[in-house]
């Protein structure tokens, strides 16, 4: 479970995603210096490699939140670039995406080609990518509409599902924080079981 821009596996968001899904897993979270996306890829996969070492017997996935989420589909994207290569790594079951940043700030963007920055490592994800979506209809890097995503999915050759939590934030926190946090442990639990 990678963290987001700005934060750390100890802040209370992450400490919220932990708890939430260490009801279904064992959950493995790690810290990562600065902002900068390039340098997540090697120390997000040496992460992803310990979590496999280290429990052998059960499915991987991978999650993050936020900016982590970005990163998990750069690694996503390197493992299948390796693997073609015929070069072991660990392999993954799917991918748990907690308020995907598909529209950097500032709102709007300066141009068309800023809107779809964030768009082509998505659409390299290949089509055995199993992908669940969890962004808030008040999420600004979505716009505050969910349909910015929902629009892009059916684009994708990766296998994705979209859940939207009514009222939540870019942290999916809302009024009803325990029924939003329910709700989704549900989803995410169908989801796991759909991909193992």
Request: with cysteine; net charge positive.
């Amino acid at each position: 479970l990678a963290h987001g821009a700005g934060g750390n596996s100890k802040s209370p968001n992450m400490v919220r995603y932990v708890q939430i899904l260490q009801t279904l897993a064992h959950v493995v979270t790690f810290d990562f210096p600065g902002n900068r996306l390039d340098s997540y890829t090697e120390l997000h996969l040496s992460a992803a490699e310990q979590a496999s070492a280290r429990f052998p017997d059960l499915p991987l996935f991978l999650s993050g939140q936020s900016m982590g989420c970005r990163g998990c589909v750069n690694v996503v994207n390197y493992l299948n670039l390796r693997d073609q290569m015929e070069i072991k790594l660990p392999t993954f079951k799917g991918l748990i995406m907690f308020s995907y940043p598909l529209v950097p700030l500032p709102h709007p963007p300066k141009d068309e080609k800023q809107k779809h920055l964030r768009e082509p490592p998505l659409l390299e994800l290949s089509e055995n990518t199993k992908m669940l979506f969890c962004s808030g209809t008040r999420d600004p890097f979505i716009n505050k509409d969910p349909s910015v995503l929902s629009k892009l999915l059916p684009k994708m050759k990766a296998q994705t599902s979209l859940h939207i939590l009514d009222g939540a934030d870019h942290s999916l926190k809302g009024k009803a924080q325990k029924d939003l946090d329910k709700d989704m442990l549900t989803v995410i639990r169908k989801f796991i079981l759909a991909s193992v």
